[in-house]
């Protein structure tokens, strides 16, 4: 996927700039063409000579190198590269790219960039107090409102001695996420259609009260905007939350696990994909009172079992991928793998509900992948667009092979 693909790799100066040499190298080894620019502060803790053997291609470092075959290599730079990767990011070129500082060679070249041509990443590296600092945050989350895409970074032990987030990813995952860019940018989903469950339901007790859970709906949604973005016709249906829907999306409307099983079964046998992550009630009260049950009266509820969508998808599955989510707060990985074994599954999404950034309504998730041949992928926190395409990319793997 990345074979034949011309990679501008940036380097600012942080100390996670050794690890740009290894992913260079693995840019290398998938058929790419690298061409690194540093900052001259990046020089400080790597040389260029590494990364001229590692690429076999001139560094470029400075505006004003008397190795430039051009007064307008900046440009020329920004014109070349199928996407571009800032790895690491720091703080200082994150700040620099929005405000629209070009003050060195690598923020030219960025500034230069046309961004519907060509996809700027920033994979950001820093002290985990200055990535959580009010200024960087805003500062990202500027970027991406105008197009650039930014590769949350990791927890752990960082180079200052502290334990926390902001590693730069590891490089193996950021080659993973180019593929996905690629993707994306190339349509691998055009001609499927994909159907995408999100949210909770509500199931009515009286007409103001309802049993529900806390599923916010940011999952599925992510899933389809993604799966829109790669070129597949995509339904999605689901029940009450406060989200926007992504663009070119059919969205359906439900409220109760009924209504989402008659939607879906509806939608079930003209399409190619199915990804469950809605959050269906499992019971449903048998009765429900007409009118408002008043405070202070005594009542009993009995429930009843609602459909098992997942279930009869798999028994009346003929061709199509069905993908299901378990969100669990014990035994994550046999419950998953039972859920696939009973209910017909080609994939099982699971979180565990008790790990800090999972589950409902955060931003990001922890999961663990199941497939049908026994194989387990654990996934490091993320945010959940970022986790849609690597889900994606897995099941077209799949649908592939």
Do not use: W
Request: with cysteine; charged share 25%; net charge negative.
């Amino acid at each position: 996927m990345l074979e034949g693909k011309i990679v501008l790799l940036g380097i600012s100066g942080g100390i996670a700039a050794y690890k740009s040499a290894e992913l260079a190298r693995l840019l290398v080894k998938e058929g790419c063409t690298v061409q690194v620019v540093m900052t001259e502060a990046a020089c400080e803790f790597i040389s260029p000579l590494t990364f001229k053997t590692l690429t076999g291609r001139p560094v470029y470092c400075s505006l004003f190198e008397k190795s430039h075959s051009s007064a307008t290599a900046h440009i020329d730079l920004a014109r070349e590269p199928h996407l571009a990767l800032i790895a690491p990011a720091t703080a200082n070129i994150i700040g620099k790219i929005r405000a629209g500082i070009a003050d060195d060679l690598l923020s030219t070249v960025l500034m230069a960039m046309d961004r519907g041509r060509s996809p700027v990443i920033f994979s950001p590296s820093m002290n985990s107090t200055m990535f959580s600092s009010p200024a960087v945050r805003d500062n990202i989350k500027v970027l991406r409102q105008r197009g650039y895409l930014v590769v949350e970074p990791g927890e752990g032990f960082l180079a200052c001695g502290e334990v926390g987030e902001g590693r730069m990813v590891e490089p193996p995952q950021l080659v993973t996420y180019l593929k996905s860019i690629i993707a994306r940018e190339e349509g691998d989903y055009t001609g499927l259609t994909v159907l995408v469950t999100a949210g909770p339901t509500r199931e009515p007790l009286d007409p103001v009260r309802y049993f529900g859970n806390l599923s916010s709906g940011k999952m599925g949604y992510a899933l389809a905007r993604a799966a829109s973005e790669r070129g597949a016709r995509v339904i999605l249906i689901s029940g009450p939350t406060a989200l926007d829907p992504p663009e070119k999306v059919h969205l359906s409307l439900v409220s109760s696990a009924r209504e989402m099983y008659h939607a879906v079964m509806e939608e079930y046998p003209n399409v190619d994909i199915v990804i469950k992550t809605a959050a269906v009630a499992d019971y449903r009260p048998e009765e429900c009172f007409p009118e408002k049950v008043k405070k202070g009266k005594e009542i009993e509820v009995k429930l009843v079992r609602n459909p098992d969508i997942l279930k009869e998808l798999g028994l009346n599955k003929k061709g199509q991928f069905l993908v299901g989510f378990a969100a669990e707060t014990e035994d994550l990985l046999d419950n998953a793998n039972k859920k696939m074994k009973e209910k017909n599954l080609d994939m099982v999404v699971a979180n565990d509900l008790g790990v800090e950034g999972a589950g409902f309504a955060t931003d990001t998730n922890v999961v663990h992948v199941l497939y049908r041949d026994g194989f387990v992928e654990e996934f490091p926190i993320m945010d959940k667009y970022q986790l849609s395409h690597l889900i994606l990319d897995r099941i077209i793997s799949l649908r592939s092979s």
